[in-house]
Structure formats: structure tokens, C-alpha cells
């Protein structure tokens, strides 16, 4: 038997760290939601017992640092479940984007082998098993707008923004989130988002104050880092997005943009710029899986 999995990556339109905790880890607070740019997963049952990878890109580990590998095996080792399986990766996703393009494979295998094995799992606890694998795991197993507190494993779903295009320009470069937590320092942030304002933008279904309040305290460090990243932020708002800002840890800059033509306009502007650049829409309303039917059967 076969599954597949869509594994869409997501854009933060908030990130706030409120003080790095004693585990080495921040205590976030941050509102996330999922885009139509993803990957797909195909899940195959193989005769033994081995976990088998392959994948269309050259850029991610092709062994069990994979985190839809580890995926697969974590959910092996709680289930006590020994067969075989084929996780082939379609990605999509720009790697070490700040999309949580890895994270959200790993949501993908959790989804679709609780599918192919019929474990009976409930999206909590394959979340909470995301949890160990990553940050951004259990966000991407529900998937929609949410609030993601905690390491980023605590979550309020919110109304999903309006319809509307998101651009999004990935420069050349990946970025090493571990690095960029790393250089923050908490104590000397000048500018934090209002996190609260953006969820009552999104409730109002509010376009213009979601691209008001839009806001990232890892933009500064990465951009420090990497200065084209702030050279792709300011095209990007002189090309006339609504709202522009960087995605997680990077160096990805995303701008929210009201209408299709002028989502174009802005992609077409960019290309001179960068080579990696789309437009794509918000996914919808919140869960969109379900209608993919990746929920427990
Ligand atoms: C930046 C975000 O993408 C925002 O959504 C996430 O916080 C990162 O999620 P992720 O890639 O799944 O991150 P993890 O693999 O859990 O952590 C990578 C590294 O980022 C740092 N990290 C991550 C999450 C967090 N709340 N505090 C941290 O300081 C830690 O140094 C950690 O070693
Ligand atoms: N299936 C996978 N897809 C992408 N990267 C993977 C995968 N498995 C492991 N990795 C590793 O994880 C690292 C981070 O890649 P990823 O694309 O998830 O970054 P990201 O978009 O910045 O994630 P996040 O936003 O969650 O921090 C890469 O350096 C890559 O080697």
C-alpha cells in the first residue's frame, strides 16, 4: 500500500522571544500560518524492516538525519511497529529557508504512516510526538494560523488572514536557526511585535492591520548576518507589497500582497534580484489537511 502527504511550509507573520530558558531553548510567542507552497510525501509499504529515503534534492541529508526519517523511526519506536517503509521527499520547499520546509516532512510522515499503518493516532499525540523531533513540528502536524507558544510546541489555532498572495524571495544562502538564537540577545531587543494586535487583525479579518503588525525579533540578527536580506526586504516594499517581513530565522522575506496582478508585478521586479522567488496564496482556513484527508482514519 501507498500514501501521500502534502507538506506545506509555513510563514511567521509575528516572532517574539520573551527570555532564552534554562534548557538552552527561547520561550517564543509567535503567530504562524500555512502557504501553498509544498512538499509532497509518498509513503510505500517494503518487504523487511528497513526505513528507506529518497528524495528530489541534492541539499538535504539523505540518511537518518532526515527529519522525515527520524520521524518514521520515532513513530516505529512508540508504536513497538518493525515493517518497512519507503518515504520518497518531493521538495519544493527552499532548505534552511526559515518555511520549515524539514519540519514540516517530518508532520507529513507522522500523518501519513499513522495512515498507512492505521495506528489510530489523534493529531495531539502526533504532535506531541512532532514535538521531539522539532520546534515547528507540531505546528506544521495541525497545520492553518495559530498561536504557537513555548519552544513554539503550544497551540491556539487563530482565524486565518484574509485571501491574499504572499511573494516570497529566498536569497542564496541558508541560515542556521541554532545561529541566529544564538547571536540574540533578549536583554537588547528595541522593536517586538504586538502580538496581540495581530490576532485581533486576523479575528476582524483585518488585511491592512495584519501587514501592520507584522513583525520578527530574528529579522535584525539575520540581518546583520546577511545583509541581503534587508537589501530584499526594502525592494520588496519598493516594489509595493502591502507588508514585508522575514520568515522565522531566514533569510526568506515574504510580502503580502491584496491582488494577483500586483503580486506578479512584485515577483517580476524581484527576479532581478534574486533567482528564487514565488508567489503563492495563504492556505485558507484553518486544519486545511482534513480536506486531504490526512486526519487519523
Ligand atoms: C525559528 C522558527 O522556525 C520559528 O517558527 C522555530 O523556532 C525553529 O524551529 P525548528 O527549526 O524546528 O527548531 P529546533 O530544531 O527545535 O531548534 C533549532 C535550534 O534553534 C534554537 N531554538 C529553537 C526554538 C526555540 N524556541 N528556541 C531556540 O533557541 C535552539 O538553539 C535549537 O537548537
Ligand atoms: N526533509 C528535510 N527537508 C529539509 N531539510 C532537512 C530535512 N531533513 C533534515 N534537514 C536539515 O534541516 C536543516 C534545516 O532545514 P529546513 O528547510 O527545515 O530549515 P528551515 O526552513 O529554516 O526550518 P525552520 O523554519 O523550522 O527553522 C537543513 O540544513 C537540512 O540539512
Known amino acids: 500500500m501507498e500514501v501521500s502527504e502534502k507538506a506545506p511550509a509555513k510563514i511567521n507573520l509575528t516572532l517574539d522571544a520573551l527570555h532564552k530558558r534554562e534548557d538552552g531553548y527561547h520561550e517564543l510567542e509567535m503567530v504562524m500560518t500555512t502557504i501553498d507552497l509544498s512538499d509532497r510525501i509518498e509513503l510505500a509499504d517494503i518487504d523487511g524492516d528497513d526505513i528507506v529515503l529518497e528524495n528530489s534534492s541534492g541539499l538535504i541529508p539523505q540518511d537518518e538525519r532526515n527529519l522525515a526519517y527520524r520521524a518514521a523511526d520515532l513513530l516505529r519506536q512508540r508504536t513497538g511497529i518493525t515493517r518497512g517503509v519507503k518515504i520518497t521527499i518531493h521538495k519544493r520547499i527552499p532548505v534552511a529557508a526559515g518555511l520549515a520546509g524539514g519540519s514540516s516532512d517530518a508532520a507529513a510522515t507522522l500523518r501519513g504512516l499513522n495512515r498507512l499503518w492505521r495506528l489510530g493516532l489523534s493529531l495531539e499525540e502526533l504532535a506531541e510526538l512532532g514535538a521531539e523531533i522539532g520546534s515547528d513540528v507540531p505546528f506544521c502536524v495541525w497545520s492553518g494560523t ?115 496582478s500586483r503580486a506578479r508585478r512584485i515577483v517580476n521586479g524581484l527576479r532581478g534580484f534574486c533567482r528564487q522567488v514565488y508567489a503563492v496564496r495563504i492556505l485558507g482556513s484553518n486544519r486545511p489537511l482534513l480536506l486531504d484527508k490526512s486526519r487519523t482514519i
Request: charged fraction near 25%; proline fraction near 7%; charge should be positive.
Open 146 to 260: 495559530a498561536l504557537a507558544k513555548g519552544r513554539g510546541e503550544i497551540l491556539t489555532p487563530v482565524a486565518s488572514p484574509p485571501p491574499c498572495w504572499v511573494v516570497l524571495a529566498k536569497p542564496r544562502h541558508g541560515v542556521s536557526t541554532a545561529e541566529v538564537f544564538q547571536a540574540l540577545r533578549v536583554d537588547r531587543i528595541e522593536r517586538r511585535p504586538n502580538t496581540e494586535a495581530m490576532i485581533r487583525a486576523l479575528e476582524q479579518g483585518d488585511y491592512r492591520g495584519i501587514c501592520r503588525h507584522l513583525g520578527n525579533v530574528l529579522e535584525e540578527v539575520t540581518m546583520q548576518m546577511y545583509p541581503e536580506v534587508r537589501r530584499l526586504k526594502e525592494k520588496m516594499q519598493q516594489f509595493g507589497a502591502d507588508g514585508v517581513l522575514m520568515s522565522g530565522s531566514g533569510p526568506t522575506v515574504f510580502g503580502l500582497v491584496d491582488r494577483e
